[in-house]
C-alpha cells in the first residue's frame, strides 16, 4: 500500500537533518580519497557509471538515504507509475514515457489498446516513412530527394529532440549514419523562423510540425511561417509537412500533412523526446536504427531503476544525494557540467526536465510544502565553462553542486598531439583535475589564491557518446527527477506555472488591459 | 579622495538592510501600478529603457540606494577606472576596457604610447585588413575570395564574440552588410574542432587565432587542429591564418600568420568584445562600418555611466538593485531573458561577464568578505523559457529576480499575421504578460493554479536591436558588473579561481598524481 507522505513528516528525514556533516576536503584527501573514488561508484547501462566520491556524504548519510528511500517507497511508487497509476493526479493521466522504449511492468490497456504495442507502432511508422523519405520513394514534386528536416515545436517539442540532434550530429556522420540535417523552429519571434528559411534550401526541406494539442500558439504561427514561405516558392505546403500529435487534435486529421505520427496524453512534453516527439526528426536525421539504439540505452538504465537497493539503482542515488543537498546542506542550485561538446544543448534539456517538473510549491494534494524543492539547473560544455563561470564556483561566496559527464573516447577520432597528450586526453585530466580541484581546494597565504575546497560533484563516465549511451544518459536524469519528485510529494508531472502568462498574453492582444499591463503594452507598442 | 571599504562597514548598508520590504503584488496592482511603470524608467542610450517598476524597491529604498552610491563613491572610482588608475590589483593593472570605444576622461599613456590611439590604430588596421578580404585583395592560394572566418579562442575570446555575431547575423542580411559567415572553436573536446571543420570549406576559410597570452593551451591546441587540417589540404596555413594576441606574446612575432592585431593587459577577456578580440571577427563577418555602429552604442551607453544621479544612470541603479536583491532580499541568482532568438547566447556571455568577475569570497585587499557577492547567472531566449523553466520561476519555492529584454521591431522585418496579431506583437505581448504574472501573480482556490506573485522583473526596451542597441546593451552589462564589484569591494578583473584546475590538470596529462586525483584518471584512462 503506498502512501504519499510530505518529505518533513518522514523519520528518516529528520535523522537526514541530523547527520552530521562530511568535511569533504577532509575527506578525499591522500589514501582516504583514493578509496573514496574506487567505492563510491554505481553501475549503469552501457557501461557507463556514475562515482559520488566527491559528493558531501559518507556511510552513515548513506544509511539514512536508503532508509528514505525505503519509508518514502521511491521504486514502489515508481513502480505504480510504470503500471499505468494515475500519478499525474493534477491532469489525472498515467505517466507512461518509459513505454516508449520498454514494458517495465504489466500491461497497460487505455485508449482502446495496449500502450506498449501503440508506442511501438508509432515507432515503426516513423520509420517506414524516415526509410521512404532516405530512398526516395517519398520525395518533393520535382522528384527529388529531401536532404533537411525543420522540426518545428517549442519546449519539450524542440530542447530535447534538439539536444538529442546535436549530441549525434557527428557520431552520425563519422558512423555513416547522417541521413538529413536537421533544423529546429521554435521561438515566436518572427526573426527565428526568418532566420532559419533563410538558411535552408525550402524545395529540399521537410518539415515537422510537433504539438500534442495541436494549439500552441507558437508552434502554430511558425508553422504558417513555413507554410507561407513554401507558397511564395510555388510549392505545395502538403507535399512538404507531417504532423506529431495526439489523435484527437485537429491536426491529426487533417489533409495539410504527408504524413501524422502520434502521442498521447501520459507522456509530458519534457519526457517526450524517447516519444514521437523526438522519434520522427531523430529518425529522419539519423536513421531508425540509430533512434531504436538511443531507445535501447534508455531502456537498459530504466531497468536499474527499478532495483530497491539504492547501491545498484543510480539514477535514485543521485537524486537522494540531490534531496541531501537541497534540503538538508541547503544548497539552491546544481550546475551540469558535461565534458563533451555533442552535448552542448543537453544542459539546456535538463533545465526544463528538472526545474518544469520540480519546480512546485505545493504538494500532490494541492497543500504548500515546507521546505525547498526543485533547484536552478544551469549549465554549459566543459572545458569552456572553466574559461568563464567556474571562477564563481570556486572561489564565490557560495556552493554549488556539480554534476560532471565525462567519456573516455571522442566521437569522431580525430585528434592532435600536443605536449605529448591528445586532446582527448587533454579534456579528460581537466575534468578529473576539476574535481579534485572543487572538492579539496588548496590553501595559499595569498587569500585571493586561496581555495577552500569543500565544493561537491559527481560524475558520470562512459566509454563514448554513442545513441546508446545517450539513451541511457537521459533516462538516468529522467528518473533522477521523478525520484525527487516523489520525496518531495509534488506531482512531477504537470505544469500549471505556465499557464498565467498565457491568459495575460491573449489579453494585450485583444487590447483587454488596464494598470501596469497597459502601459507595459504602450512601452512596447503593441 | 576614494576609500575602499567593505559593503557591510557602511552606513547606508545598515540603513538599507533597516528598509521596510516592498510587497510587489500590492504595489504592481490597479493606477499604482500603471503610475509605477510610467515612473520607474531611466533612459539608456540608442533610444533604449531601462525600467524598473516591477523591481522590489520604492522611493524609500531608492533613497537610500542613492545614498550607497555615494557613500561607497561609485561613479569616483568608474573614474578612476577610466583614468587609468590600476583598479585591478591583484594584477597590478589598469582597467581600459571603455577606451576601445571612446575616451571617458584623461589622457592613459603606458607601454610608450596613448591608449586610446593604440586601440583607435588596431581598430583601422583591422578595418584595412577586413576591407581587403572582402575586396579580394587578400584572397586565398588560387586567389579566390575567403568566404568563411573562424575565431578560434575560449572564454572572453569565444562567448563575447560568439553572442555578438549570432546577435547580428540576421541584421546584417537583411541590411546587406553580410560579408563571411563566422563559425567558432573553442573546447579543448577534439569533437568540437574536427565538427567545425566537417562544415567548412577550408580553403576558403580565413582563421583567427586570439590568444592574449599566446600559450592558452586549448586555443593553441585547436591551432595545431586546423593547420594539420590546412596542410591535408594542400594548404599554406600560414595564408589562412590571422592572430589577435598581446604585442609581447609568442604569436605577435611569428611568421605563420597574414596578420597580427593587438590587444593589451589592461583589457581582460571578458571585456573584450570591443577589442580587437571581437573586432577582427566582427569586422570580418559584417564589415568594418557595422563594428564601428556597435562600438559607437557602447561608447554612448558608457557616458550615461558617468552620471552621478542614480536616476540618470541605468547601469549604476541596475548594480544597486541587483545588491538589494542579493545582501538584502536574499536572492542568490538572476535570469536574463532576453526576448529576442539572435540574442541566444547572450546570456551565456553575461554569465561569463559577471560570474567571473563578481564569483569572489574576498576583497581587493585579499581579506575574507562577510556578505554573498555575485549571483549565478543563467537564462534562455523567451518565448522559449517560457515553455521550459519558467514554471519553478512561477511556481517554485525560490525568488529568482529577472532581467528581461524586448525589442519594439523584429530584425528581419518578415512576419506573419495570425488571430489578427503579428508574430512580433505576440513576442511583446509575451513578455510585457510575463512581467506582471510574475509580480501580480494570481489567487485561486485551487492551490496548484495559484501564483502568488512577488516576483521582481526589469526590462530593458529597445526599438531593435541594431549594432549600436547592442553595443548599449553590452556596455550597460559591463558597466552594472563593475558598480557592483566596486560596492562589494572586490577586484571584479581578476580571476584566481581559475587556476587551481589548470594545474592540476597538467599533473593529471604528467602521470603526477596520487590519491584521488590518480583513481579518477584511471576512471577516464588518462
Known amino acids: 500500500m503506498i502512501t504519499w507522505n510530505n518529505l518533513d513528516t518522514l523519520d528518516s528525514y529528520q535523522e537526514l537533518a541530523k547527520s552530521d556533516r562530511v568535511n ?5 584527501a591522500g589514501d582516504n580519497g583514493a578509496a573514496r573514488v ?24 548513506l544509511d539514512v538515504l536508503a532508509k528514505l528511500a525505503k519509508e518514502a517507497q521511491l521504486t514502489e511508487k515508481f513502480e505504480a507509475l510504470y503500471n499505468g497509476e494515475v500519478i499525474n493526479t493534477g491532469e489525472k493521466r498515467m505517466v507512461l514515457h518509459h513505454m516508449t522504449r520498454g514494458q517495465l511492468g504489466e ?6 489498446g495496449d500502450k506498449r504495442s501503440f508506442y511501438v507502432g508509432e515507432q515503426k511508422k516513423i520509420a517506414e516513412f524516415a526509410n521512404k523519405v532516405h530512398s526516395g520513394a517519398i520525395a518533393n514534386a520535382a522528384g527529388e530527394k529531401f536532404t533537411t528536416v525543420v522540426q518545428i515545436g517549442i519546449g519539450g517539442s524542440d530542447l530535447g529532440p534538439r539536444a538529442m540532434y546535436l549530441a549525434l550530429e557527428n557520431w552520425a556522420k563519422v558512423n555513416n549514419t547522417f541521413k538529413m540535417e536537421a533544423k529546429f523552429i521554435s521561438n515566436v519571434d518572427p526573426d527565428d523562423a526568418a532566420g532559419v528559411l533563410n538558411t535552408i534550401d525550402v524545395a529540399h526541406s521537410l518539415f515537422v510540425l510537433v504539438s500534442k494539442s495541436g494549439t500552441t500558439l507558437e508552434t502554430l504561427t511558425n508553422e504558417s511561417f513555413v507554410k507561407d514561405a513554401l507558397k511564395n516558392a510555388g510549392l505545395d505546403p502538403a507535399k512538404h509537412m507531417v504532423a506529431v500529435t495526439s489523435e484527437t487534435s485537429p491536426v491529426a486529421k487533417s489533409d495539410d500533412y504527408l504524413a501524422a505520427f502520434f502521442m498521447d496524453d501520459y507522456i ?13 526528426v531523430l529518425s529522419l536525421a539519423f536513421g531508425p536504427e540509430v533512434f531504436a539504439q538511443f531507445l535501447s540505452g534508455a531502456a537498459e538504465e530504466d531497468k536499474l531503476a527499478k532495483n530497491k537497493d539504492i547501491f545498484t539503482n543510480p539514477a535514485l542515488l543521485d537524486a537522494l544525494i540531490g534531496v541531501y543537498e537541497r534540503n538538508v546542506l541547503g544548497y539552491p542550485n546544481t550546475a551540469v557540467l558535461p565534458y563533451s561538446q555533442a552535448l552542448s544543448r543537453f544542459p539546456a534539456h535538463l533545465q526544463q526536465l528538472d526545474m518544469e517538473s520540480n519546480g512546485k510549491s505545493v504538494n500532490r494534494f494541492g497543500d504548500p510544502v515546507n521546505y525547498p524543492t526543485g533547484p536552478v539547473i544551469f549549465g554549459e560544455p566543459g572545458t569552456n565553462g572553466q574559461h568563464s563561470f567556474y571562477q564563481l564556483l570556486h572561489q564565490g561566496t557560495d556552493i554549488v553542486p556539480l554534476q560532471f559527464v565525462g567519456f573516455k573516447n571522442s566521437q569522431m577520432g580525430r585528434d592532435v598531439l600536443i605536449q605529448d597528450s591528445t586532446s582527448q586526453q587533454k579534456l579528460c585530466a581537466n575534468v578529473v583535475a576539476q574535481i579534485v580541484a572543487f572538492a579539496c581546494g588548496k590553501a595559499d597565504e595569498d587569500r585571493n589564491k586561496n581555495f577552500e575546497g569543500g565544493r561537491p560533484s559527481s560524475i558520470i563516465i562512459g566509454e563514448q557518446l554513442t545513441p546508446q549511451a545517450l539513451g541511457a544518459l537521459l533516462a538516468h536524469f529522467e528518473n533522477k527527477v521523478m525520484f525527487q519528485g516523489f520525496v518531495w510529494n509534488i506531482n512531477s508531472f504537470d505544469q500549471e506555472g505556465v499557464q498565467l502568462g498565457k491568459v495575460l498574453a491573449k489579453r494585450v492582444l485583444a487590447h483587454e488591459t488596464d494598470g501596469a499591463l497597459k502601459v507595459y503594452s504602450d512601452l512596447l507598442n503593441i
Open 38 to 61: 574506487k567505492k563510491y561508484s554505481v553501475p549503469m547501462a552501457e557501461g557507463m557509471v556514475y562515482n559520488y566520491a566527491a559528493k558531501q556524504i559518507d556511510d552513515k548519510v
Open 107 to 112: 500491461a497497460v490497456v487505455a485508449d482502446g
Open 268 to 280: 509530458g512534453g519534457r519526457f517526450s523526446s524517447t516519444s514521437a516527439v523526438g522519434g520522427a
Open 24 to 28: 569533504l576536503a577532509e575527506v578525499m
